[in-house]
């Protein structure tokens, strides 16, 4: 056996390269789409312990616990992804969604002034994003009525 060969017993390895963590989250992002949720959230859970500052693997938890109902710890995960990017605008609107889901309207409307004004300045460009933002503030602006 080679030196990169993993006996049954071994514990997991620490160290993953940046195309390696990538292509794990793939896998991860693949399970979830898929609706295979127990082996993405395995896969996005070991992300976040070997890979702490990989942000997509934080959305993905935050995802995954908001829906199976776990907003505390959604909140926890989406809080994690935005301090590894806090310009991220997908971390800021999931966590507008989120916040709205648990009667926060003062974060959801903070991060949603936030995206609204990076958009405005051209620094969100991906339609998919300014579609969810759409939505949220359609969302915020309804709540009450």
Do not use: C
Not at 65 to 81: E, P, Q
């Amino acid at each position: 056996m080679d030196a990169t060969q993993r006996k049954p017993n071994d514990p997991p390895r620490r160290k993953y390269s940046d195309d390696e963590v990538l292509d794990i989250y793939k896998l991860g992002k693949l399970w979830l789409e898929t609706g295979h949720h127990k082996r993405a959230e395995s896969i996005m859970s070991g992300l976040n312990e070997v890979a702490p500052k990989f942000a997509p693997a934080w959305l993905g938890t935050a995802f995954l616990r908001s829906s199976s109902g776990n907003y505390d710890g959604a909140l926890i995960a989406v809080n994690n992804a935005l301090r590894v990017e806090p310009e991220s605008a997908e971390a800021m609107l999931y966590l507008v969604a989120v916040s709205m889901t648990v009667g926060d309207v003062s974060t959801a409307g903070t991060y949603l002034g936030e995206v609204g004004e990076a958009i405005e300045q051209g620094k969100v460009a991906n339609q998919n994003v300014i579609r969810f933002y759409k939505m949220q503030l359609a969302r915020y602006q309804a709540r009450g009525k």
